[in-house]
Nanobody
Framework: QVQLVESGGGLVQAGGSLRLSCAASGSIFGAMSWYRQAPGKQRELVASISRDGSPKYVDSVKGRFTVSRDNAKNTVYLQMNSLKPEDTAVYYC??????????WGQGTQVTVST
């Protein structure tokens, strides 16, 4: 049974930092990603990382967010620095198996106050 469990969300002031973690189990995963969904908006891809560690970012977080993974622990991280109020959203972990099955975590709330 595949499970993705996120942690690390919370309330932070603008300019602060948070680190999200997503512990995956039940399969071997290829690409792992972080998405976010703000109230009234569509879910958007924030960052993704291949199994060999190649990262990609949406333009709005480049230079502020860093995605990384530990394959031995089947865990993906999102280090978020210089947070802005517009980063406020529910952040979701996403993982793809090599059979191209897609799995989602339950989401973790990130709130950035002014």
């Amino acid at each position: 049974q595949v499970q993705l469990v996120e942690s690390g969300g919370g309330l932070v002031q603008a300019g602060g930092s948070l680190r999200l973690s997503c512990a995956a189990s039940g399969s071997i995963f290829g690409a792992m990603s972080w998405y976010r969904q703000a109230p009234g908006k569509q879910r958007e891809l924030v960052a993704s990382i291949s199994r060999d560690g190649s990262p990609k970012y949406v333009d709005s977080v480049k230079g502020r967010f860093t995605v990384s993974r530990d394959n031995a622990k089947n865990t993906v991280y999102l280090q978020m620095n210089s947070l802005k109020p517009e980063d406020t959203a529910v952040y979701y972990c996403n993982a793809l198996t090599y059979a191209y099955r897609e799995f989602w975590g339950q989401g973790t709330q990130v709130t950035v106050s002014t």
